[in-house]
């Protein structure tokens, strides 16, 4: 069974940068779209950001111009290399996989915070 793996979150100040990486341990090229999603405290879980096995991307209005997906095929991994961040991104970010068939892959989560 496929699984994904996140990491690099953690503790950064407002206006810092994080990347947090998705690691698959299937072919990452099996999966048609790969998107990171968050969930803040008490809120609903929103997409952030998602890429395409074509490298079509699309992102969520409130991360538009500060945050940028990427996916490295040799490495298996997806990344989202977050700038400029600001204390209401702070959340779980959860990445997920999706094949034409089949149900959706989720990670663990990895938790990030931004506070001074």
């Known amino acids: 069974q496929v699984r994904l793996v996140e990491s690099g979150g953690g503790l950064v100040q407002p206006g810092g940068s994080l990347r947090l990486s998705c690691a698959t341990s299937?072919?990452?090229?099996?999966?048609?779209?790969m998107t990171w999603y968050r969930q803040a405290p008490g809120e609903q879980r929103e997409l952030v950001a998602g890429?395409?096995?074509?490298?079509?991307?699309n992102y969520s209005d409130s991360v538009k111009g500060r945050f940028t997906i990427s996916r490295d095929n040799n490495k298996n991994t997806v990344y989202l290399q977050m700038n400029s961040l600001r204390p209401e991104d702070t959340a779980v970010y959860y990445c997920?996989?999706?094949?034409?068939?089949?149900?959706?892959?989720w990670g663990q989560g990895t938790r990030v915070t931004v506070s001074s």
């Open positions: 997920n996989a999706r094949r034409s068939i089949g149900s959706p892959i």
């Open positions: 890429i395409t096995s074509g490298d079509i991307t």
């Open positions: 299937g072919n990452i090229l099996s999966f048609t779209t």
